[in-house]
């Protein structure tokens, strides 16, 4: 079945720089990559998502990156802010979502 | 409009017991996936249901099994519970169709502790 791997698990940043979290992932099948955020007790949210048509797609502060070839896909969040601190999961699926193991951002004031 | 339903958010359970966990997913969703959530272990996928039938099923024992009614609404139970089933259980629905690029929207989970 498909194997996601997510780095790294923990990541603290200044507010206002740049955060970029990475995945891979192990089935090449596999076309739909979504990101979520969840916030302190809270339930996980979709923030972006690409499909495997596309290299890249941006929303706002918000980008994901997918190389299919080298099976690994990225999400970069610029100028972050203090909102941003959450558990982000990345995701693969062919039929179902397999999830990375999470990472915690923080974001440094 | 509503969104996904759980039920019930906090049980306490002793080990050996069983439970029974309910999700209803939003109106017009006729998917419902179940996610396990601990610490360190991020999101492990359970089963999905759409239209009564168990579409997909993850890697756990057999003590965990599900089933989907008519109306959509979900119900997973575990049985013989043991110390390591603590956990957040996460529902999920979708429209769920078949390419596998179904955006999921989650319920709030059930915590369940087992002593």
């Known amino acids: 079945g498909e194997n996601v791997e997510q780095h790294p698990s923990t990541l603290s940043v200044q507010e206002g720089d740049s955060a970029v979290i990475k995945c891979t992932y192990s089935?090449?099948?596999?076309?739909?990559f979504p990101w979520y955020k969840q916030e302190l007790g809270k339930r996980p949210q979709l923030i972006i998502d690409?499909?495997?048509?596309?290299g890249e797609k941006k929303d706002q502060r918000i980008a994901v990156t997918l190389n299919k070839t080298a099976k690994h896909f990225s999400l970069h969040i610029t100028e972050t802010q203090p909102e941003d601190s959450a558990v982000y999961f990345c995701?693969?699926?062919?039929?179902?979502?397999?999830f990375g193991t999470g990472t915690r951002l923080t974001i440094i004031p | 409009k509503a969104g996904v339903t759980q039920t019930p958010r906090y049980l306490i359970k002793t080990r050996g017991q069983q439970v029974t966990l309910s999700c209803s997913p939003i109106?017009?969703?006729?998917?419902v996936s179940w996610y396990q959530q601990t610490p360190g272990q991020g999101l492990q996928f359970l089963f999905e249901?759409?239209?009564?039938?168990?579409?997909n099923k993850g890697n756990f024992p057999g003590r965990f099994s599900g089933r989907q009614f008519s109306n959509s609404r979900s119900e997973m139970n575990v049985s013989t519970l043991e110390l390591g089933d603590s956990a957040l259980y996460l529902c999920?629905?979708?429209?769920?169709?078949?390419?596998?690029?179904?955006?999921?929207?989650f319920g709030a989970g059930s915590r369940l502790t087992v002593l």
């Open positions: 690409i499909r495997s048509n596309v």
């Open positions: 109106s017009g969703h006729r998917s």
């Open positions: 089935d090449s099948a596999s076309n739909y």
């Open positions: 999920a629905s979708s429209f769920g169709g078949l390419s596998g690029a179904n955006v999921l929207t």
């Open positions: 249901y759409f239209s009564e039938t168990q579409r």
């Open positions: 995701a693969a699926s062919r039929e179902k979502l397999t």
